[in-house]
């Protein structure tokens, strides 16, 4: 059974960093297709970034590009997010993802919230 756990979560003033972890169990994070999204309130979940496996190519999407890094761990078999200068808008709840044999795995969610 894969099992995804999100922390790293918090409130943070605008311009600060955070890093966002995911521990994963069932599968190896660094052969697989890994993603975070994000769902702020009163909106709908949306692509955050997304690394393939062996680490070859990430993409992003347009309004973390440049502020946001994706990356593994394969000793810990972790995702990471690295958040910088972070924006109110980035205020939401940040998930993991993996479509893994079949199946769509989310976690549980961290959550960001980026104010003054």
């Known amino acids: 059974q894969v099992q995804l756990v999100e922390s790293g979560g918090g409130l943070v003033q605008p311009g600060d960093s955070l890093r966002l972890s995911c521990a994963a169990s069932g599968i190896i994070v660094t052969n697989s297709h890994m993603s975070w999204f994000r769902q702020a309130p009163g909106k709908e979940r949306e692509f955050v970034a997304r690394v393939t496996p062996g680490g070859s190519g990430a993409d992003y999407a347009d309004s973390v590009k440049d502020r946001f890094t994706i990356s593994r761990s394969y000793p810990k078999n972790t995702l990471y997010l690295q958040m910088n200068d972070l924006e109110p808008e980035d205020t939401a709840i940040y998930y993991c993802?993996?479509?893994?044999?079949?199946?769509?795995?989310w976690g549980q969610g961290t959550q960001v919230t980026v104010s003054s």
């Open positions: 993802y993996v479509f893994f044999r079949g199946h769509h795995v």
